[in-house]
């Protein structure tokens, strides 16, 4: 029979002192699952809890990270079953063609949601942790996680991001090594449809990045379109929950704003952000009163050859996550 260890303050401290530094990974590791950081946060506090609870059976025989994982991870895939996955428009159908036509939210789709790059970062001192910890939580990344299975969801993050072994993850899916192998397979090669390719990505230190970044708000603040239309490429796309519409094509996305935006100079300001390894913008619109109020939030993926994707988040709940204010 086993017993559990009684809690005392010194137990709880000796919880607290050894769990604590996992917060942030487990916090990018249920974000990359549900594709909500709201909701991983939550999920990360569930974890916690009941970790906090069988603290006094833990054995040891795995180390405190792995067993965190693995309570993290069941805590996920029971979300997953109950609130289901997180699109973006493009993964739901094909692009509008009609950008002056009004658009409708569709506020019963639990979209998908950016994440403020503190709250996901690498605490490593090694460079190539931190590039692949950005890889790995990139929006076009976690939105193409989201069209796996949610076992296949779960393999591959743990074998192409965490690097557990096989058998590892086998033992905490109550499954097989060879079933493993084969999920994992699968998940590589749906994923490759969805994902575009990574070295296409200008990274977010590069200067040529940093003036196209300065351009592109001055573009929004002076209305100046003609402006916008030089820094997208040809066949950019951009999307916006929760309006199930999206677009491709500079000459579209142009044609969205000035017909559902129809701002005039001043009217827009941009701040500066930083979401899922990719610079961002919190949007702020002047009002009939005067007042510069939080609007949208972009996420950009740019290239060499412009600005290639832009993920407008309407809900401006996720403003005081990213340290943006409510009004300027």
Known sequence: MTTTMPKTVDTDRDFL???????????????????????????????????????????????????????????????????????MPSGLGAPSEEPERPVVASGEVPWLEPAPDPVLGADAADPATIVTARESTRLAFVAALQHLPAKQRVVLILRDVLKWRA????????????????????????????????????????????????????????????????????????????????????????????????????????????????PAFGLYRRGDDGVHSAYHLQVLSITDEGVAHVSVFFDTSLFPLFGLPDRL
């Open 167 to 278: 058998a590892e993850v086998a033992e905490l899916l109550d499954t097989s090594t060879a079933a493993v192998n084969s999920a994992l397979q699968r998940a590589r090669a749906q994923l490759e449809e969805h994902t575009p390719l990574r070295d296409e990505l200008v990274e977010p230190t590069d200067p040529a990045q940093r003036d196209l970044l300065e351009r592109y708000a001055k573009a929004f603040e002076d209305a100046d379109i003609g402006g916008l239309i030089e820094l997208f490429k040809k066949d950019v796309v951009w999307e916006m929950p929760p309006f199930p519409e999206w677009f491709v094509g500079a000459d579209h996305a142009v044609r969205l704003i000035t017909a559902q935006c129809r701002p005039a100079p001043g009217d827009l300001r941009m701040v500066p952000a930083a979401a899922n390894g990719q």
């Open 17 to 87: 002192a050894l769990a604590d530094p996992y917060r942030r990974e487990l916090t990018a590791h249920c974000y990359r699952m549900l594709g909500s950081i709201h909701d991983a946060e939550d999920l990360v506090q569930e974890t916690y809890l009941r970790a906090w609870r069988s603290y006094g059976d833990f054995e040891g025989r795995s180390s405190l990270r792995t067993w965190l994982y693995r309570i993290a991870t069941n805590v996920c895939l029971t979300a997953i079953d109950q609130r289901g996955h997180r699109p």
